[in-house]
């Protein structure tokens, strides 16, 4: 009998490309049939045909708080009480507004809006307004949504398939990106030697976590900002998937280092479409109203979306959350690395906060030539063993995880015993 999962994945593809509403979702890097999910609680969910699965992708990584968090499900219903969308002010924007400026010392003002896409590619536009420049920069691996300027060497699911640079960008758009290695200090100062004064921005994710997870290393982070001065370009953090997850402070904080401008989404959402992007206020009031610099969404600060995206960052800011979260996933990367040391097998993993990052190769990747020499069969290979087990990692070798705080020792425990049965008859 086909199960319920197979006919909507058959009926699905007749009237969506690939069956799919985000590349990634498809599964064709790993192979087989996408999982159709009907709910979700806490750390688990359930695709429709009953089966329950251990979840580390969160919704790719809003889900900082589980599925279906309480405290966010009530803030959405009494929103949603009041109406879906007025289109005009609202005083919870305000309120989001100021606890995003009060959280992130770089951030002095603020614009919302609906995806992470969005918040990218308003922030290169500002940018380039600010400075009266085009070029910009950005780093192979890196993804900062699918805007055609950013779409040149993307990772995430333009990585995945192939096309890290997407058909249909016009070539004199993509003239405009300068695209140089992760972590290569020397080819960003040649950059800057010979372009610096034309270079409208530096858009980077301080972990990279669309090439699977890459640390950037402190001196790279600290010479953009150098440069970046020197020059008179903006630097723009992208903590779309770092933002709220890495920290309270973001990765901004980790690092020490103030961006002129940052993008956020996903937490910052709750589980909503909701994202932002702000910084400097002399940058941001070059936006429209007030400057030259076009900018606007019929939905950006939905009431609904803000409300989940408050009642999730009131959560976060609870004493200890971080500690918690980071610990959990440490616990999980650790006891991955263990089990796969006893088997013999070559793997390796690491944690930022409440991001991680699986690794078939001895060591964590330090550069996009290292993740790419990762052994993609290997992981596609546990990944369909894991989820055979009811453990659901991201469908990608080129994508971190995610823990939530609604994961306990006893989830961290299943997946470290299901892992433990693959590795021990891992050829
Ligand atoms: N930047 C980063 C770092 C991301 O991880 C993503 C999405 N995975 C985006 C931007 C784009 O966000 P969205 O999918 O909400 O458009």
């Known amino acids: 009998m086909t199960s319920r999962n197979q006919q909507l994945y058959e009926l ?27 709910r979700g609680q806490g750390p688990y969910f359930w695709d429709v045909d009953g089966k329950a699965y251990i979840d580390y992708v969160g919704s790719w990584g809003p889900l900082i708080l589980g599925h279906a968090h309480p405290e966010v499900i009530k803030s959405v219903h009494e929103a ?35 995806s992470g896409t969005e918040a990218g590619m308003s922030a290169i536009r500002l940018a380039r307004g600010y400075t009266n420049r085009s070029r910009i920069i950005k780093f192979e691996g890196c993804y900062h949504g699918h805007d055609d300027a950013l779409l040149v060497k993307a990772g995430s699911g333009a990585l995945t398939f192939g096309h890290p640079s997407s058909a249909g960008v016009p070539s004199e758009t993509a003239a405009h990106t300068i695209v140089l290695s992760y972590n290569d200090i020397p080819s960003v100062e040649k950059a800057f030697n010979d372009f610096g004064n034309e270079i409208a921005a530096v858009i980077v994710e301080p972990v ?15 010479t953009l900002r150098k440069l970046c001065t020197q020059y008179g370009s903006v630097l723009i953090f992208d903590e779309v ?8 402070e973001c ?20 589980g909503m ?20 610099v076009y900018q606007a969404g019929t939905l950006s600060g939905n ?6 995206g408050l009642a999730t960052l009131n959560e976060v800011q609870k004493p200890g959350f971080y500690e918690a979260l980071a610990a959990k996933t ?31 190769r001895e060591t964590a990747p330090e550069s996009f030539a290292d993740v790419m020499a990762c052994d993609k069969e290997a992981f596609n290979r546990f990944f369909h063993a894991m989820l055979q087990e009811g453990v659901y990692f991201a469908p990608s070798a080129f994508e971190a995880g995610f823990v939530s705080s609604s994961h306990t020792e006893e989830e961290i425990n299943k997946t470290l015993s299901a892992a433990g049965r693959i590795f021990a008859t891992w050829k």
């Open 12 to 38: 699905s593809q007749r009237v969506i490309p690939g069956g799919v509403n985000s590349p990634v979702r498809a599964f064709k890097s790993v192979g087989g049939t996408p999982i159709f999910f009907q």
């Open 208 to 222: 990279a976590g669309n090439m699977n997870l890459v640390k950037a290393s402190p001196d790279f982070l600290t």
């Open 241 to 248: 998937m770092t933002g709220f997850r890495v920290g309270l």
């Open 330 to 360: 440490e616990q999980l990367v650790q006891g991955l690395t263990e089990i796969a040391k006893q088997h013999g097998i070559a793997f390796s993993a690491q944690a930022v906060g409440g991001m991680f990052g699986l690794y078939f």
């Open 251 to 270: 990765a901004q904080g980790l690092y020490q280092i103030k961006p002129d401008l940052t993008i956020l989404g996903k937490v910052i959402g709750g």
């Open 80 to 114: 949603a009480q009041n109406g879906l969308s007025f289109g005009a002010p609202t005083e919870a924007e305000l309120i989001i507004a100021e606890l995003v400026c009060s959280l992130l010392p770089s951030i002095e003002q603020v614009r919302l809006v609906s």
């Open 273 to 292: 479409p909701m994202a932002a992007f702000g910084g400097r206020r002399d940058i941001m009031q070059c936006l429209a109203p007030l400057g030259a």
């Open 303 to 308: 009431p609904v979306a803000v409300a989940a």
